[in-house]
């Protein structure tokens, strides 16, 4: 096994192309650490619908260019089969360690494939990305980013012509191409041939920023907004003066991109501490609301002022604010969310006479609903122009929120007025996740295995009135691993996450209201679930 260990290491240290991981490798083969080789070529990266996502560093089982170059030649290996081998790819990235480096191996794998390819001209939002496919007419886009994970992960997103992710089985073909590739010097990876592409793709993405805004509306609210050391910035600052709101004041410690994140933990707006800053430049300045990038733009966060402070909305929130204004702009089409976002949305689907859809979880299958006008899904992630954008893009959320803020000021109300309205005509919609952070991943297995084998009956004291297993699929929703819980008056989703080494459970309560002076009353009989539902659920998954 020994002896095996060290020949696999020693075969993949010969066609390393990084000298930077050779280096990191040769130290592991020659201090003998079977440990942390082991770790490393225990098997390979797999790569699925979210793509390849993971830890950098040299062996299989990490992100590197090794790994890069292989997927990308899966990629082309794919294309080639369906007829597309003279296609145009797109390329982007985001400004992490080694991002660069991965999109030029694959445009060079691309162009060593007799592909054409073309690189977007400098660490972008991965909205901006998707909007290029679509607008050059690429067979498939790439997009190198690890998104909100920590600065140590980076990731490989694949997108096919159509401007949205991939989805099985396009997944499963790609992963096959990419395990028949026996050597990296069959890969040809010529010094040039491709594109860099210049200003022009941003600019038409910037000018389809404008479509989301209606001509008349007001542009009035102010801003506090963090890049969170990410690629968000200039862009956002581009829109938002083409669109005429007051320019936002910058969180200054986090507005540069830095691979490292020195200020957070994680940069993902949605983790403890992450928006401590914002909030305190937000205490300084008194704007109208606060908003937030994760590094590569393509989610958004919001936060406003309640009470003495300023407190995050949830997904669910600021997804039930944008389908309102939508609404009452008169907006029609498929109005679609994932299946563990709040039932609101289709509530306020319903009252306005809309089509409403159901999803997997992911941008990926919400993307591909017949007729979009507007998607979201907890998670902080919108899709507010599907004709441009067939993803979600914190950019444009960002417009669209600060426009109904405007809106709403001229008024003299504020967001959570609105949603305080929303809550007595569809009752209060509560939500709340426990997610679990694993080490090892066996223990998500067994929570999920002991749910199915002793389902609960009651959470809460509420009776479960279904319990359907999300594996075996159903007419509307594909086979996946998860489970739903729908009770007498709330409901609960159990799934891993498709990115993290997290176990997640998705909660929601809804609690009647009959008058705004019910308010009150019905948030403390919401929180009072909530946090019953998570006792019990925790209980009954072992967790």
């Known amino acids: 096994m020994h002896d095996d260990l060290i020949a696999r290491a020693k075969a993949w240290l010969a066609e390393d192309p990084d000298q930077e991981t050779r280096e990191e490798l040769a130290k592991l083969i020659d201090a003998g650490d079977t440990a942390e080789l082991s770790a490393r070529f225990g098997g390979t990266l797999q790569f699925g619908t979210a793509g390849l996502r993971g830890e950098l560093g040299a062996g299989p089982m990490r992100m590197n260019r090794s790994v890069v170059i292989r997927a990308a030649a899966g990629l082309a290996a794919y294309?080639?089969?369906?007829?597309?081998?003279?296609g145009l790819v797109v390329i982007?990235?985001?400004a992490r360690h080694k991002s660069a480096d991965f999109a030029r191996d694959t445009a060079a794998v691309m162009t060593g494939a007799g592909l054409r390819a073309a690189v977007l001209p400098r660490p972008l939002p991965t909205p901006v990305l998707a909007f290029a496919i679509r607008h050059l007419g690429a067979v498939a886009g790439v997009e190198v980013t690890a998104s909100h994970n920590p600065p140590r992960d980076n990731g490989y997103k694949v997108y096919l012509g159509d401007g949205s992710q991939i989805v099985p089985p396009a997944d499963a073909e790609i992963a096959a191409e990419i395990d028949a590739i026996a050597s990296l010097h069959d890969v040809p990876r010529p010094d040039a041939g491709w594109e860099v592409l210049d200003d022009s793709v941003l600019d038409a993405y910037l000018a389809r920023t404008d479509a989301v805004l209606a001509t008349d509306s007001p542009r009035t609210a102010r801003t506090v907004y963090t890049a969170m050391h990410g690629v968000g910035k200039d862009v956002l600052l581009a829109a938002f003066?083409?669109?005429?709101?007051?320019?936002?004041v910058l969180v200054?410690?986090?507005?540069?991109?830095?691979?490292d994140f020195p200020t957070v933990a994680f940069p993902n707006p949605e983790e403890p501490g992450a928006m401590d800053l914002a909030f305190a430049r937000a205490r300084d300045t008194d704007p109208?609301?606060?908003?937030?990038?994760?590094?590569?733009?393509?989610?958004?966060?919001?936060?406003?002022?309640?009470?003495?402070?300023?407190?995050?909305?949830?997904?669910?929130?600021?997804?039930a604010l944008l389908a309102a204004h939508l609404v009452r702009r008169g907006a029609t089409g498929t109005f679609a969310e994932s299946i563990v976002s709040s039932s609101l949305l289709g509530r306020i689907a319903e009252k306005a006479g809309l089509a409403y859809e159901e999803t997997l979880t992911g941008f990926k299958w919400i993307a591909r609903v017949d007729g979009l006008r507007y998607g979201y899904e907890e998670a902080l992630g919108y899709c507010v122009d599907p004709e441009g954008v067939r993803d979600k893009d914190g950019i444009t959320a960002a417009l669209l929120i600060t426009e109904l803020a405007s809106v709403l000021k001229e008024e003299g109300r504020t967001l959570l007025d609105l949603l305080d309205d929303l809550a007595v005509e569809h009752g209060l919609h509560?939500?709340?996740?426990?997610?679990?952070?694993?080490?090892?991943?066996?223990?998500?297995?067994?929570?999920?295995?002991?749910l199915r084998e002793r389902p609960p009956a009651e959470l809460a004291g509420l009776r479960v009135v279904r319990a359907e297993d999300l594996a075996r699929g159903s007419e509307s929703l594909p086979p996946t691993d998860g489970l739903?819980?729908?009770?007498?008056?709330?409901?609960?989703?159990?799934?891993?996450?498709?990115?993290?080494?997290?176990?997640?459970?998705y909660l929601e309560v809804v609690v009647p209201v009959s008058a705004p002076a019910a308010l009150p009353a019905a948030r403390a009989r919401a929180t009072e679930l909530l946090t019953a539902v998570k006792r019990d659920l925790s209980a009954a998954a072992g967790i």
């Open 252 to 259: 200054a410690e986090q507005a540069e991109p830095d691979p």
């Open 241 to 248: 003066a083409r669109a005429g709101f007051p320019e936002p």
């Open 92 to 94: 982007g990235y985001d």
């Open 79 to 86: 294309l080639r089969k369906q007829g597309q081998g003279d």
């Open 430 to 450: 509560a939500t709340d996740q426990l997610s679990v952070r694993v080490q090892d991943l066996s223990l998500i297995a067994d929570a999920m295995r002991r």
């Open 484 to 505: 739903r819980y729908t009770l007498d008056g709330a409901r609960v989703v159990v799934r891993p996450s498709g990115t993290e080494p997290k176990l997640k459970c």
């Open 288 to 319: 109208d609301l606060v908003i937030a990038n994760d590094p590569d733009a393509d989610r958004c966060a919001v936060a406003v002022r309640d009470g003495a402070d300023w407190r995050m909305l949830r997904g669910d929130e600021v997804g």
